[in-house]
C-alpha cells in the first residue's frame, strides 16, 4: 500500500532498525489479525505531520493550543489521527519510552534539530485485572495525551507543554479496552511514560480484529440506615432485575438482545470492589458476556422483603460509580406511551444499555438501602424484648416485669 512521503525503502530501513536496537519491538506495516493474537503490549498506529501543518510548531504566542476537545468527543475540531497521516503501526510492548521518543527518527521526512518532531500515536490495548479495584497509574507526556477507559475520558493532559505528569487511579474491573491518543508539536523535546501499577495482562487490541461481542455486568450494593456497607444478613430481601425486550421504538432502535433476570437475596455474596478506594469488596456482581454489540434494555427493580427503600440505579453511560452518591432514582421515560419526554430522560438510568466496538462492557448498579424499625424496649411496653425481662404486661407481673410467683407469662 502506497504511503505518503513514506516509501518503501525507507520503511524497510525504518523496520531494520527497530528489530535490531530492540528485539521486543514488534514491527511491520499493516499488521494482520493473526499477527496480534498471542501478543502482548498494545497496538499503535502512528502518524506524522510537516511543519506546516496548522496545529505545528506553534509561537509561544499561540501555545498551549489545548482547546480541540478530545479525540474521541463528538467536538474534535481537528485531524491528526486522519488516515492523511498514518504511516505504520506496530506492536509497542510498554509506554515508557521517556524524553527521547522520536520513532521517526531512522526514516525522517523532516528534520529539525537533529530529529523528526510533529508525529502522533494511537494506542488501543485490552486490559485485564486480575481483580475489581482502584489501579493506580502515572502518565507523563510532551506534548498532548488523553487516556480513555472504554471510550470515557480518564486523563486530559492537552496542549503544548512541557513534560508534565498525571497521576491518580482507574476503577477496573475483569477487562477494559484502554486507548491513549499522543501529539508530539513543538521542537524542543518530546517525551511519554504510562504505566499502570498491578498485575494487568495487555494485549493489543484493534477493533476490525475483535468479534462484536462485549458483556452487561449487574451489580448489587446494600447500605444500611447509617449508610454503612452491608451484606443485608440483618434485613432479608430478594431483588429481580428484569432485563426487557423492546421490538419497536420510534427513538432508540430495538433490542439486540434481552438481558437474562438479575436476581440477588440477602446476604450478599461480595465479589467485586465498586465503592471507594479501600480494595474490600462490597458489591454482589453477576457477568453476562459474549453479547452481541448493540442495544440492550432493564427494567425497575422488584423487591420481596420489608424495610427497603427504593432502589437507585447507575449504568454509568456518562457518570462513573465511585462513592455512594454516585446513583439516582430509575428515569423511564423510554417506556412510557408518549415519546415527547424522551428527551428528558436521565441516560445513566434510563433503562437503556448500548454496547459499541468502542465500549463493548458496560456495568450497571443498583444500591438498594433497609431502614429497621426504631422502638426503644422497656419494661411495661407489654412485651419481653430484654434479656432480664421474664414477663411483660401479663396477670401478676410486676412492675419490675417479675412474676410475683411462679406463673406462666404471655406477651
Not at 518503501?8 to 530501513?13: N, S
Not at 440483618?234 to 438481558?259: C, D, K, M, Y
Not at 454489540?293 to 449504568?315: A, H, K, M, R
Request: charged share 20%; proline share 5%.
Amino acid at each position: 500500500m502506497k504511503r505518503k512521503l513514506f516509501s518503501r525503502i525507507a520503511m524497510a530501513v525504518f523496520v531494520m532498525a527497530f528489530l535490531t536496537v530492540g528485539a521486543q519491538v514488534v514491527l511491520a506495516e499493516d499488521l494482520s489479525c493473526q499477527e496480534l493474537e498471542g501478543q502482548t503490549g498494545w497496538y499503535a498506529r502512528y502518524f506524522n505531520y510537516l511543519i506546516s501543518h496548522p496545529d505545528m510548531g506553534l509561537l509561544s504566542a499561540d501555545q498551549p493550543d489545548a482547546d480541540h476537545n478530545d479525540p474521541l468527543s463528538g467536538s474534535w475540531d481537528t485531524d491528526w489521527y486522519d488516515q492523511t497521516y498514518y504511516r505504520f503501526d506496530r506492536i509497542d510492548p510498554s509506554l515508557n519510552f521517556g524524553e527521547d521518543f522520536f520513532p521517526f527518527d531512522t526514516a525522517k521526512e523532516e528534520e529539525t534539530n537533529g530529529h523528526e518532531y510533529h508525529f502522533g500515536v494511537h494506542w488501543q490495548a485490552k486490559v485485564t485485572v486480575p481483580s475489581s479495584g482502584n489501579y493506580a497509574y502515572t502518565l507523563t507526556s510532551d506534548d498532548d495525551a488523553w487516556v480513555y477507559v472504554d471510550g470515557v475520558l480518564q486523563v486530559d493532559n492537552s496542549g503544548i507543554h512541557a513534560p508534565i505528569t498525571a497521576t491518580g487511579t482507574l476503577v477496573l474491573s475483569d477487562a477494559h479496552i484502554v486507548e491513549i491518543f499522543f501529539a508530539e508539536r513543538q521542537i524542543v523535546r518530546s517525551h511519554f511514560d504510562f504505566s499502570i501499577q498491578g498485575e494487568i495482562i495487555i494485549e493489543p487490541y484493534r477493533p476490525d480484529c475483535e468479534l462484536e461481542t462485549g458483556s452487561i455486568t449487574v451489580c448489587k450494593v446494600i447500605i444500611d440506615g447509617q449508610g454503612n456497607i452491608a451484606d443485608g444478613s440483618e434485613n432479608a430481601g430478594s431483588f429481580s432485575v428484569p432485563g426487557v425486550e423492546i421490538l419497536s421504538h420510534p427513538t432508540i432502535g430495538t433490542s439486540t438482545g434481552v438481558i437474562p433476570t438479575s436476581i440477588f437475596t440477602t446476604p450478599l455474596s461480595f465479589n467485586a470492589n465498586l465503592i471507594g478506594s479501600d480494595q474490600t469488596n462490597d458489591a454482589e456482581c453477576i457477568v453476562y458476556d459474549g453479547l452481541e454489540i448493540g442495544n440492550y434494555f432493564y427494567g425497575e427493580e422488584q423487591i420481596t422483603g420489608s424495610n427497603w427503600l427504593e432502589p437507585l440505579y447507575n449504568d454509568q453511560h456518562i457518570l462513573p460509580v465511585s462513592d455512594l452518591t454516585d446513583f439516582l432514582p430509575y428515569s423511564g421515560e423510554l417506556f412510557t406511551p408518549t415519546t415527547t419526554d424522551d428527551q428528558s430522560r436521565d441516560t445513566n438510568v434510563d433503562g437503556h444499555i448500548t454496547l459499541s466496538t468502542q465500549r463493548p462492557n458496560r456495568t450497571l448498579v443498583i444500591l438498594n438501602q433497609y431502614e429497621l424499625p426504631v422502638y426503644a424496649p422497656y419494661c411495661g411496653d407489654n412485651l419481653v424484648n430484654q434479656d432480664w425481662e421474664q414477663c411483660d404486661g401479663t396477670e401478676g407481673c410486676t412492675e419490675q416485669c417479675q412474676p410475683e410467683e411462679e406463673i406462666e407469662c404471655f406477651t
